[in-house]
C-alpha cells in the first residue's frame, strides 16, 4: 500500500499541496498517496487522529491549524519551538513530531530561486503574526546587517524584537516610523493582500529597495507588489516559490529525499 500523507486546514479546497506532492512523488519515484482534509474549525485533533489510524505517515497542516498542531506534537524542532507554530507533522513510533518549514521555504526562495543572497541586507518585515514570527530566525540565520519588524500594532512587533534579539540585530517599530529608512529587501508577512489591500507603509520606502517579496501569491501579482513596482522597486516577488519550498522541506522530512522545485513552480505558473 501507498503511504498516506494528506494536507490539514479549513478551508482546503484551494490548496496545491496535493499537486505539488504528487509532483514531487512522481520525480523522486516515491509510492505515496497525499490528499485535502477539510478538518471541522473543532475537529483538528480528530482528523489527525483518523489520519494516522488510517495509515497516514505524516500531516501539513495550514490555516486556522497550526497553533492546534504546535499543542498536538509531542516533539517539536527547535524553528517550530521558534515559530510557536507547526506546519509538518511527522507520525513516529514514538508520538508525533512537529515542525515548522515556512522559514526554510521562503529562505530557499529568496537565496536560491531569486538568486538573491540576504548576508549584509538590511531587511524590513511587514507584520508580527504567526507568519512573520515563522520566518523570523531562518532570516536572522542568513546573517543580515539588520531586521526590522513594523507592525499596526508596535507592541507585538516589539515582543517579537525582544524575543528573536539574541540572534541577531532585530529592531521593532509601527508603519509610520518607516519615513525615510533605508532597507534592501522588504518581505510582507501580513494578510492584506488577502483581502486586496495594502498595509499603511509610506511609498518612499521602495524605490532604494533590491527586493519586494509578497509571502501571497496569486495567478496576478498582488497589490502590494503593484504597488512597490508603481513606486519604483526594481524587483519583486510573490510568495509561490515559497509554498513550494516549504513543501519541498515537508517532503524531505518524510522521505528523506529533496525534490526539485523548479519544474514545480514552473508547472504551477503555467496554470
Known amino acids: 500500500m501507498s503511504d498516506r500523507y494528506a494536507v490539514i486546514g479549513n478551508p482546503i479546497g484551494h490548496s496545491k499541496s496535493p499537486l505539488i506532492h504528487a509532483a514531487f512523488a512522481r520525480q523522486t519515484g516515491q509510492d505515496i498517496v497525499y490528499e485535502a482534509l477539510l478538518a471541522p474549525l473543532d475537529g483538528f485533533v480528530q482528523a489527525v487522529d483518523a489520519l494516522r489510524a488510517n495509515g497516514g505517515k505524516g500531516a501539513n497542516v495550514t490555516v486556522p491549524f497550526k497553533q492546534e498542531a504546535f499543542n498536538l506534537a509531542v516533539h517539536l524542532s527547535e524553528r517550530a519551538k521558534l515559530a510557536q507554530a507547526v506546519n509538518t507533522l511527522i507520525f513516529r513510533a514514538d508520538g508525533i513530531h512537529g515542525d515548522n518549514t515556512d522559514g526554510a521555504g521562503l529562505l530557499r526562495d529568496i537565496e536560491v ?29 542568513a546573517h543580515p546587517a539588520s531586521l526590522t519588524i513594523a507592525n499596526r500594532t508596535t507592541s507585538r512587533a516589539h515582543d517579537l524584537a525582544l524575543q528573536f534579539g539574541h540572534w541577531g540585530e532585530v529592531s521593532a517599530c509601527d508603519y509610520s516610523a518607516l519615513d525615510d529608512l533605508p532597507f534592501d529587501v522588504i518581505i510582507n508577512a501580513t494578510s492584506s493582500s488577502l483581502q486586496n489591500d495594502l498595509p499603511p507603509v509610506p ?17 496576478e501579482p498582488t497589490l502590494f507588489l503593484c504597488h512597490a513596482a508603481q513606486n519604483g522597486a526594481p524587483c519583486v516577488a510573490d510568495g509561490l516559490g515559497m509554498l513550494v519550498e516549504q513543501a519541498a522541506e515537508s517532503f524531505y ?9 523548479a519544474p514545480v513552480i514552473a508547472q504551477l505558473r503555467s496554470l
Request: hydrophobic share 45%; no cysteine; net charge positive.
Open 113 to 141: 530561486n531569486l538568486a538573491y543572497p540576504l548576508a549584509g541586507k538590511r531587511i524590513l518585515l511587514l507584520g508580527a503574526g504567526g507568519a512573520a514570527r515563522g520566518v523570523i530566525m531562518p532570516l536572522l540565520a
Open 203 to 219: 511609498d518612499s520606502i521602495f524605490s532604494g529597495t533590491g527586493l519586494v517579496y509578497d509571502m501571497m501569491y496569486g495567478k
Open 253 to 261: 522530512l518524510w522521505r528523506g529525499v529533496r525534490p526539485d522545485t
